[in-house]
């Protein structure tokens, strides 16, 4: 039972990144995302500044938290866009 529980998690956490690396941001608002990211985040550990991570890894990690911190697709989609948005360096992925 217990691997089944695990293997579930890892398929929805894998399919999970492939849906949202290729979700349409534009219809983001990086204002509520910011709000979000600030109100959320902030209650379990500090804040990771946007360049900590490459985009593919904060597109991984989103899809993570989306699960642990209960957030709606919107909020994960607008967190997103806003951290994205504030990397003040490019990457590969």
């Known amino acids: ?8 998690l890892l398929l929805s956490m894998f399919f999970g990144v492939n849906s949202l ?6 219809n983001a608002d990086t204002a509520n995302g910011a709000q979000v990211w600030a109100d ?4 379990c550990h500090n804040l990771r500044p946007p360049e900590d991570l490459s985009k593919r890894a904060w597109e991984y ?6 699960i642990r911190a209960g957030l709606t697709g919107q909020e994960t989609r607008d967190v997103l866009a806003f951290i994205l948005e504030s990397k003040t360096t490019n990457d590969a992925h």
């Open 21 to 26: 690396s290729a979700m349409d941001l534009s």
């Open 61 to 66: 990690s989103m899809n993570h938290m989306r």
């Open 40 to 43: 959320t985040c902030m209650r």
């Open 1 to 8: 039972m217990k691997n089944l529980i695990k293997t579930t």
